[in-house]
């Protein structure tokens, strides 16, 4: 969103930057040895939903991918619209591989169907804390919940630091919005 | 995959027309403020005068208004822990706009409306009242908050400023006429050009009111663009223009069964709010800083048309 975007009143979401995910097949080993934090076999890609049919025609698509998956694709996918207008895809399964794949391909899918904006984040679980990877900022920030609206800061910023070499982070802790409630 | 057009570009489109005329009201109002300061010159206005002048509506519009604003409204600020549902919908919205989270801040007020203040996305704050949070849905209310955020991203605030700054000058000038003529022809007194003192201080009194009048309605014009473009955003962020439709819908239905006497009150803030307070239909749409329901749902449901096409 440049000067003359804001200058002209011109509202363009950037679009999502999905590559910088796979960082996290080669992190999680990294997460384990380092942060004694293991990926809980939960992760979930959260998508504005948007009033429009060929959005509902990709929603579809992926639902049929998904469900087809092949032998190789051993994670169950379910989808799950919350109470703000976002939809969830979650994906359960032991392999952190799985679930990358499954992201990109689902991520992938709604690029190519146009609508990558509509990519908000893709969501990690480890044991009682999540690694969020923002689509916008194509980069990785820790959120560590401890009640319905508070976070445990302090741990934030530690794991960020341990994560810091192996992945992407957001620098920035403004950026690191939280998502309360997840269904993972 | 028939539905599936293969193409990056965005799903809706892009309004040309609004960006134009957003553009045309900003350089005909640069026009006419370039024409006021070479009118000034050429009459030789002193420059203290005028320097004092535009500090002074500089240092208030860059350090009081916002204060002004939040003070006049009864607006204070609220933590997560006290709406944590409004939050958390503030939060998604920012993320998905890619922008800091701008604080919260409640008025407890019956009527529904909100603001958005802040002259950049790190200290911003967007204002909701009870009543909307009271009557809205919640995909209405968080199309209310994108159309916030929208200003903010838009920087509203400070390009609606630095719109007005020459025509606050002019203002000055037109209102405090008496002490301005003085200090021209003290001036010109000493800088022995006693000839025609008199004339010029007239002419730069038309002037200003000249640039008065006509930056109040180009201002107003660009107010109600501004307006457009916050909407379509929040169609954008929401990606439903309908809720933003319904919203707004409300929220004219609730200003008219709010006593005349609280609507007065409120009526300072009207630029501000994402609908005036106000029931009078009489006035011209040109001298408005909002443009009319009808007008903004009709572009709601174009757009509507528009991502159904792509």
Redesign the interface.
Known sequence: MGLFDSLFGRTKIASGKTDALFALSTAALDIEVKLDSRYAGQAAIILRAVDNSAYDAIGREINDILALGGQDFKAKVKSHDDSMGFRWITFSGPDLDDAVTGLHMTADLIKQGGFSDSLLAAMFRFGDWYLVYSYRRGSFYPFVPTGRSTRNNAREFRIRQTVANALPTEKDPERWYPLWDPPI | ?T?????????YG??YG??FR??MT?FLLFALYAAFIVVLWRLRVPRVTLVTIMILVGVSQLFLSDKIVLWTSGARLIE??QA?QL???M??L?????M??PKLAWINHRMPNAFAIGKNP?NSVIAVTRGLVERLE??EL?AVLAHEL?HI????AS?MSLASFFAMVASFIVQQFFFFGFAMEGNQRGGNRNSNGGQAVMVVWLASVLVWAISYVLIRTLSR??E???D??AA???????YLASALEKIQSGVRVIPNRDLRQAESMNAFYIFPATRENSVMEIFATHPTLEHRLHRLELM?QQ??K?
């Open positions: 995959m539905a599936m057009a293969k193409s990056s570009r965005p799903w892009r309004d609004l960006s957003m553009g900003m997560s822990q944590p939050h958390q919908m939060a998604r920012a993320q998905l706009a890619d800091p989270t790190r919640p995909a968080e929208t991203k838009n920087r509203d390009v663009y501004r457009y473009a916050a379509r955003g954008i962020l929401t990606g439903h223009p309908g509507q991502m159904e792509k």
